[in-house]
T-cell receptor
Framework: QKEVEQNSGPLSVPEGAIASLNCTYS??????FFWYRQYSGKSPELIMS??SNGDKEDGRFTAQLNKASQYVSLLIRDSQPSDSATYLC????????????WGAGTKLIIKP | EAQVTQNPRYLITVTGKKLTVTCSQN?????MSWYRQDPGLGLRQIYY???????DKGDVPEGYKVSRKEKRNFPLILESPSPNQTSLYFC????????????FGPGTRLLVL
């Protein structure tokens, strides 16, 4: 069974520091990788997608993908209290009928 | 405003009493889906629909039904709810099956007693 694993946290990071969130996946043929942010009581929203090995930067967010090691990470620079949320990792493979497989999420707390 | 709406947002019901959760999108999206979210398990897909009158099972379809008679609506039906269906439910839509960005509704929190 294809799986996506995340540390549930909570991960506590001081304001202004770098928050590092990690995700591993089991399906070697996975092609697309996504990070969603979910505030408490709200719906998930897409913040980053990455498709090839390496880094992808968008403002304070950087997604990193290493297909050989089957992990994807999300770095948040200059963390703000508004970044406090649960971050969900989702993976799409070519043989999963294009459906996403979701991790359970990591709860991030940014302490002022 | 482009959005996905769900109703009701909160629902408390009893075992066996049929219920329907509505989902509607105003973006003319072809693809719609239902997820449930439980602590420690992440999002799990219940059913999805690639277009009108085209639906298929997701990972956890047991105990649920759906229909897609109109492009904008995708109701989730629980014919005989049980306590293990207590969960947070999200409807989502996207332009097409191969599109990456999907838009989530605000969620429906269901408690089955």
């Amino acid at each position: 069974q294809k799986e996506v694993e995340q540390n549930s946290g909570p991960l506590s990071v001081p304001e202004g520091a770098i928050a590092s969130l990690n995700c591993t996946y089991s399906d070697r043929v996975s092609q697309s990788f996504f990070w969603y942010r979910q505030y408490s009581g709200k719906s998930p929203e897409l913040i980053m997608s990455i498709y090839s090995n390496g880094d992808k930067e968008d403002g304070r967010f950087t997604a990193q993908l290493n297909k050989a090691s089957q992990y994807v990470s999300l770095l948040i620079r200059d963390s703000q209290p508004s970044d406090s949320a649960t971050y969900l990792c989702a993976v799409k493979g070519i043989d999963s009928n294009y459906q996403l497989i979701w991790g359970a999420g990591t709860k991030l707390i940014i302490k002022p | 405003e482009a959005q996905v709406t769900q109703n009701p947002r909160y629902l408390i019901t009893v075992t066996g009493k049929k219920l329907t959760v509505t989902c509607s999108q105003n973006m003319n999206h072809e693809y719609m889906s239902w997820y449930r979210q439980d602590p420690g398990l992440g999002l799990r897909q219940i059913y999805y629909s690639m277009n009108v009158e085209v639906t298929d099972k997701g990972d956890v379809p047991e105990g649920y039904k759906v229909s897609r008679k109109e492009k904008r609506n995708f109701p989730l039906i629980l014919e005989s709810p049980s306590p293990n269906q207590t969960s947070l439910y999200f409807c989502a839509s996207k332009q097409g099956m191969y599109q990456e960005t999907q838009y989530f509704g605000p969620g429906t929190r269901l408690l089955v007693l």
